[in-house]
């Protein structure tokens, strides 16, 4: 959640370098959280179809390139929302599986009748 609003605190000066309005750098700014919001209950149920490890890792790979391409977008407000909607995706593979891969990890409640009784 860091990622969501990390970019706040820098949000005057991405107004300045970019020339663009207030508006304009909201969207560059929620684009992420929204993004999240939606794809998560999708790509959670994805996940239960075809696999958590390949939703993870497809997050890992799609944050990776969102990051890359919101760092070496040029000073276009455009192909920055673009990278944040990529970041935004991958966020969502992994925010909707991380707790359910560690759920599955483990086998659950000791049983009744256990050696320690």
């Given amino acids: ?4 609003t990390s970019l706040l605190v820098a949000l005057p000066t ?3 370098s970019l020339h663009t309005t207030f508006f304009v750098a909201v969207w560059i700014l929620l684009i992420y959280s929204l993004v999240l919001t939606v794809l998560s209950p999708f790509l959670g149920r994805e996940a239960d179809l075809v696999g958590r490890k390949r939703i993870y890792s497809t ?4 944050f990776f390139a969102g990051s890359t391409i919101a760092a070496v977008s040029p000073p276009d407000p455009q192909v920055l929302i673009l990278g944040r909607v990529v970041q935004g995706s991958g966020a969502a ?7 359910a891969i560690i759920t599955d990890s483990f086998s659950g409640p000791p049983q009744l009748g256990g050696p320690w009784q």
């Fill in 93 to 99: 593979c992994l925010f909707s599986n991380s707790l």
């Fill in 1 to 4: 959640m860091v990622n969501s």
């Fill in 59 to 62: 997050g890992y790979i799609l």
């Fill in 14 to 16: 991405v107004m300045i």
